[in-house]
Each structure stands twice: as C-alpha cells, then as structure tokens.
C-alpha cells in the first residue's frame, strides 16, 4: 500500500514509514521483515539516505511480494528489472551469452553486470546463511575468486549454489557448503558448464 499521491520521486524516508505505519508495524516488527537494526530504520525514517540493499528489500515487500517492478520505479531508485530464472532453467542453459527468452519474473537491482540475472534457490545445503527460494544475483562477466559463494552448472549433477576454492594446480575445485551435512566436493574444471560469483542474495522474507 502507497499513498494516493506517491510517484518513484517521492521522499523514501516518508515512503518507508507511510508503508510501517499503514501497516500498524512498529519499528521492531518492520525492521525484522527488512532484514535490518531498529536503529538503523529509525535513522533511516528520519532522513539517512538508504543504501540500494535497503531500497531494494523495500520495494519488494511494498510491492506485496509481487517480484515485479515498475521500470520507472526501479531506475528512480537507481535500479533496473534483472530476469530471474527458476533452478530447473538455470540447470537448462548451457550458454549465457544470451540469457533465455523466458524466465518466470524480475528482480530490481544495483549490479552494473549487463549480463546480470537472478537464480531461485533450491534445497538446504546452504542453510541457514541461504534459504530455499531466496534469489542469487549472478555476476557472469566476473572471474569468481576463492571463497566466493557460486552458482555452478556441472555437466552430470546440474545446477549448485557452494563455497568455491581453486586448488593450487588450478584444476581441481572444490565446492562446500554451509550445512554440514552436504561435504565438500571435488570437480575438475571440464566437469563444469559454468561457474558465476554471486553478487547478493535477496532473501524470501515470507514462507509459503
């Protein structure tokens, strides 16, 4: 819910208590579903200038987890619409030189990659930093360095979200996880379609 009288240039500080406010969420209540210190909203809705990781949760949850953004919102806030692709298509392309025609949604974002696109998450092997549905921003025209968490598509196994290093011979990888029940795994570089550092991970503020 937006104010009769909101456009992409209104006040975000207004913006952003209008929406707590509406929503008769207190300053606690509402910094938990942005993912962030009370402090820091209170700072905020007294004029800060919010950095694009807040502007972004914001227009999502405004938008009543409707993943779509206007294109006038998203480049008033300095932003524009990156496809998201569900795991099952990213498991699909093999060649990201252009990304697929059909993807099921879009995402604001701040990357500056043109070549930039969202994945939803499957599974818990990253539990509990990463969750089932949360969205990972890939930066394909970037080299992923060691311990830079990845989205890799291997030739047999498919698509997986890991913790990458590079061993010393520059052949070997090795992917982990943040659950330990899933042990690191060791792949040869030819194994590998494709390997994308992830920029950020938006995550799904409501389970269903």
């Known amino acids: 819910m937006i104010p009769p009288s909101s456009s992409p240039n209104d006040n975000f500080s207004e913006r952003l208590r209008f929406w707590r406010v509406s929503h008769k969420l207190t300053q606690t209540e509402a910094s938990r579903q942005l993912d962030i210190d009370r402090s820091y909203l209170s700072q905020v809705e007294r004029g800060r200038n919010p950095g694009n990781a807040l502007r972004t ?8 987890s409707a993943i779509t953004v206007k294109g006038n919102v998203a480049s008033a806030y300095g932003l524009r619409n990156l496809p998201v692709l569900s795991w099952t298509q990213a498991a699909l392309t093999i060649d990201f030189s252009v990304v697929p025609r059909e993807w099921d949604e879009v995402v604001p974002s701040d990357i500056t990659d043109e070549r930039g696109f969202g994945v939803r998450l499957r599974g818990d092997s990253m539990e509990p930093r990463f969750s089932d549905g949360d ?9 992923p360095t060691n311990g830079e968490t990845v989205l890799v598509n291997l030739k047999d196994e498919g698509v997986l979200c890991k913790i990458m290093h ?6 070997l990888i090795t992917l982990s996880s943040y659950n330990p029940a899933y042990p690191p795994m060791e792949r040869r570089r030819d194994q590998f379609h494709w390997i994308f550092p992830v920029a ?3 995550k799904q503020l409501r389970r269903v």
């Open 57 to 64: 949760r914001f227009l999502l949850i405004e938008k009543s």
């Open 135 to 143: 969205i990972a921003i890939l930066l394909p025209g970037s080299v």
């Open 166 to 171: 590079v061993q010393l011979d520059q052949n």
């Open 200 to 202: 950020s991970i938006l």
